[in-house]
């Protein structure tokens, strides 16, 4: 019988999963870890110490739990991203990895290479304008600033396609995760901008861009003795991890939505044709010649993990018992939740969070509702984005975040959208594993794993307040945008 194995490398942890060509689930083993924060606006990972290490560890954990009769038919890992990792020709991190757009050193970056190249022609080539979120101001980064670790560079990696390269030795990329190489990709044409490749890249050659179903190679001996993988198993692409989870829960065609709730929120729409926006992330998908936008927030979790800590550590239902009993709209209380600056839509480092309306009467159960009806006051403005290239039809819902009822409330009374829970929770790793099974043709192109097991409908008593409350809340960035810089400071880079 072959089995899959599907491994994710997410912000707080490595997951795992070994799943039958049905989709059944066979095992899971997760281990955590944190990133690391060397400096203000620097988010790193030791690529080697920690991606390598755990995913061997996930690998020889789930293979010691194969069934008698029963082998790893394929394997396929995302991680976070993008992300970037440079390495030596003997693959070899030559500098902690740099992550997504929660590292926002670059700034300066950013700004020299959108005057070089021109705001609108980034926009029109790539699918949006540089952000934090962007690999190519990360590249012009280390070579401004540590020009010695960039000369000694032979390939540069994300996330999954370095553990691709351990696993097997390939130099590639995925398509969906190149097209998050800002400004390195030409999106329309599904392929490397090569003079602009060429001009940050410098000496470094790219990889071969590959599909996230595609087989890129088999594990080499020395990575089998490493992982407990079989030698010549057949490891496919895989991608960044968002999009691997939206895939596992069918998020597949135009006008499906998936709503990720985790330490920050992520979303992803699938759309029929090319289409950008200064505010958006217009992406290659996962599927051959798909495309999709993409959107993220800063904080999400994170906010409420941070609210609970500086309100006394109190236990989570407790917490959510409270901002239960408080009427939507947390009697007039507004928080704008750009505590670590903010992705989309303002793409600001320098935002900072915002408390507007207390008063005495206001107490700890207003702050926590308040924070969750900002955080989705926040995800109604990238969803009336997303419907100006293309309705959303269908709305999936994913993440940890779901088990607070409070927050998956009230994003559904804001927004007006039934958000569909899946059955399977696992994230990821279970896309990863359906994606295995694709790419060796265990099942059709077209296979379906996902069950939805119930629905988030909105209360339409809270839809006239909301409504109002949103218009409010849209005006308090651009409101105290200067007054938030000048505080901001020394700080914020």
């Known amino acids: 019988m072959d089995l899959l194995l599907g491994i994710d490398m997410g912000t707080g942890s490595t997951k795992g999963v070994l799943v039958d060509a049905a989709g059944s689930v066979l095992a899971t083993e997760t281990v955590s870890h ?17 991606w390598w290490r755990e995913v061997c560890e996930v690998s020889r954990t789930l293979t010691a739990r194969i069934p008698s009769g029963g082998r790893v038919g394929a394997m396929c890992v995302s991680g976070v991203g993008p992300c970037l990792v440079l390495c030596d020709t003997d693959l070899n991190p030559l500098r902690p990895a740099i992550l997504y757009g929660i590292d926002t050193r670059a700034t300066a970056e950013i700004e020299l290479l959108t005057e070089e190249l021109g705001s609108d022609a980034i926009l029109d080539q790539a699918g949006t304008t540089l952000s934090s979120q962007a690999v190519g101001p990360k590249l012009e980064w280390v070579y401004r600033h540590e020009p010695e670790v960039f000369a000694k560079a032979a390939g540069w990696y994300g996330s999954n396609s370095y553990i691709s390269a351990k696993l097997t030795g390939e130099y590639v ?6 097209s998050q190489c800002d400004p390195l990709y030409a999106t329309r044409e599904f392929d490397w901008n090569h003079a602009w490749a060429q001009r940050i890249c410098r000496h470094l050659p790219l990889p071969r861009l590959v599909w996230p179903c595609d087989v890129v190679g088999e594990v080499t001996a020395a990575a089998a003795e490493k992982t407990g993988v079989p030698a010549g198993t057949p490891v496919v692409a895989g991608t960044v991890d968002a999009y691997s989870e939206a895939f596992s829960v069918g998020v597949r065609h135009p006008g499906d939505q998936m709503l990720m709730y985790g330490s ?3 979303l992803v729409q699938i759309i029929d044709e090319y289409y950008s926006d200064p505010t958006l992330w217009t992406t290659a998908g996962v599927e051959k010649d798909s495309l999709a936008l993409a959107a993220g927030t800063s904080t999400a979790g994170s906010l409420i993990n941070w609210l609970q800590a500086v309100t006394g550590g109190a236990p989570f239902d407790e917490l959510m018992a409270e901002a239960a009993a408080v009427p939507a709209g947390s009697e007039g209380l507004l928080v704008l939740p750009y505590l670590a600056g903010e992705r989309t839509p303002v793409f600001d480092p320098q935002a900072r969070g915002v408390v507007a309306g207390l008063t005495l009467r206001h107490g700890r159960g207003h702050l926590f509702r308040a924070a969750y009806e900002g955080i989705s006051f926040g995800i109604r403005q990238i969803l009336e984005l997303f419907d100006d290239a293309h309705a959303g039809s269908r709305t999936v819902a994913v993440g940890g975040g779901l088990r607070s009822p409070v927050w998956a409330q009230a994003l559904s009374d804001i927004t007006g959208r039934t958000q569909l829970v899946p059955e399977e929770a696992i994230g990821a790793s ?12 265990l099942v059709p192109a077209e296979t379906d794993w996902a069950k939805i097991q119930r629905e988030i409908t909105p209360n339409p008593d809270h839809r006239e307040r909301y409504d109002e409350l949103y218009a409010t809340w849209r005006e308090l960035y651009p409101a105290t945008r200067d007054q938030i810089h000048r505080l901001a400071g020394p700080d914020a880079d």
């Open 34 to 50: 944190d990133v690391n924060l060397p400096r203000p606006g620097w988010v790193e990972v030791d690529a080697e110490g920690l």
């Open 173 to 178: 990329m995925d398509h969906h995760t190149a």
């Open 264 to 266: 920050t929120m992520f």
């Open 430 to 441: 279970y896309g990863d594993a359906m994606l295995a099974a694709i790419g060796v043709g």
